[in-house]
């Protein structure tokens, strides 16, 4: 059974970072697809980004526009992490945080069809 747990969000203030970081488990596939996604209050969820790791070792990210050149994905699959730095963090980057898996046979680029979630990590951006 694939867990995933996020940690790391919280409150800041306009222009701060943050480091989010998601603890996964049981999510064994050679190849992986994971990702971030969020959702703000009265807003649909949205992918934030994505990382495609391929069993070679080599690896892809994808961004929404909306965090591009603010945010990095990694993964640390030794210690069976993935990690969101978030810089330059604006009011609108406000929302509920979520960590997500699917099997790497899906596309990894696709938004909509996601597995594995987490809980959620809360992230306040105030100006």
């Known amino acids: 059974q694939v867990q995933l747990v996020e940690s790391g969000g919280g409150s800041v203030q306009a222009g701060g970072s943050l480091r989010l970081s998601c603890a996964s488990s049981?999510?064994?596939?050679?190849?992986?697809?994971m990702g971030w996604f969020r959702q703000a209050p009265g807003k649909e969820r949205e992918g934030v980004a994505s990382i495609f790791r391929h069993f070679s070792g080599s690896s892809s990210t994808l961004y929404a526009d909306s965090v591009k050149g603010r945010s990095t994905i990694s993964r640390d699959k030794n210690n069976d992490m993935v990690y969101l730095d978030m810089n330059s963090l604006k009011p609108e980057d406000t929302a509920m945080y979520y960590c997500?898996?699917?099997?790497?046979?899906?596309?990894?680029?696709?938004?909509?069809?996601?597995?594995?979630w987490g809980q959620g990590t809360q992230v306040t951006v105030s100006s």
């Open positions: 997500a898996a699917k099997p790497p046979a899906r596309q990894c680029a696709r938004w909509d069809d996601y597995t594995y």
């Open positions: 049981g999510y064994t596939y050679s190849s992986e697809c």
